[in-house]
């Protein structure tokens, strides 16, 4: 089974600047979690989708920060305009099932240093 | 104050070594507790799965729960140095839409 896959890998830019991360989920898994982890902490949920609707964005910074999920398949997170406090590994990950009680799977993220 | 609390390490241990994780947390709504561990530039990944309190065991792997203490565990027996890596507890509410909170991560180095 092919894992989620993410890109680009890292991304650096100037503050202000726009910048998009994609994503696609494993086959098959209807949620899809954006998660944004700061160095040093936890991952932070910024928005699921459960395929094309959003279930939970309550954490999600809509004045910069928006999230689309096409076709219930792929998915793409863009800020603008970015912060220095965004710098931050911003990770995809699937579940094949929501509100189930089954672990994600995730990306390796994308790590995004704002200068 | 943070939902989970967890002990940042770094721990580190020599091969062989028995490791206990902890964390601790504050909402007695959560039912469904994980851990996960993320090696370097690496994403998040699943080691144990345990629902409310108790223990589970998974090879060299033990989780245990008490949520009259609203404290959680994870246990390494015989570590490895491929063991070293941050390990994540994670929980969620019973009914909940699967969103996880996370603690901080323990970096945990496994020396030869």
């Known amino acids: 089974e092919a894992g989620v896959a993410q890109s680009p890998r890292y991304k650096i830019i100037e503050k202000r600047q726009s910048v998009a991360f994609w994503c696609n989920p494993i086959?098959?898994?209807?949620?899809l979690y954006w998660y944004q982890q700061i160095l040093g902490q936890g991952p932070k949920l910024l928005i699921q989708?459960?395929?094309?609707?959003?279930?939970?964005d309550s954490q999600l910074p809509k004045d910069r920060f928006s999230a689309e999920r096409l076709k219930g398949v792929d998915s793409t997170l863009k800020i603008q305009p970015a912060k220095l406090e965004d710098s931050a590994v911003y990770l995809c990950?699937?579940?094949?099932?929501?509100?189930?009680?089954?672990?994600?799977?995730f990306g390796s993220g994308t790590r995004l240093t704002v200068v | 104050q943070k939902e989970v609390e967890q002990d940042p390490g770094p721990l580190s241990v020599p091969e062989g070594a028995i490791v206990s994780l902890n964390c601790t947390y504050s909402?007695?709504?959560?039912?469904?507790f994980m851990w996960y561990r993320q090696y370097s530039r690496k994403g998040p990944e699943l080691l144990m799965y345990?629902?409310?309190?108790g223990n589970k065991e998974d090879g060299r792997f033990t989780a245990q729960v008490d949520k009259s203490s609203k404290y959680i565990s994870l246990f390494i027996r015989d570590s490895q140095p491929s063991d070293s890596a941050t390990y994540l507890c994670?929980?969620?509410?019973?009914?909940?839409?699967?969103?996880?909170?996370f603690g901080a991560g323990t970096r945990l180095a496994v020396h030869p």
């Open positions: 345990t629902y409310s309190s």
């Open positions: 909402n007695s709504a959560f039912q469904y």
């Open positions: 086959s098959g898994h209807a949620t």
């Open positions: 990950a699937s579940s094949f099932i929501s509100g189930g009680n089954y672990g994600y799977t």
């Open positions: 994670a929980m969620t509410p019973w009914g909940g839409y699967n969103k996880l909170i």
């Open positions: 989708f459960q395929n094309n609707g959003v279930v939970d």
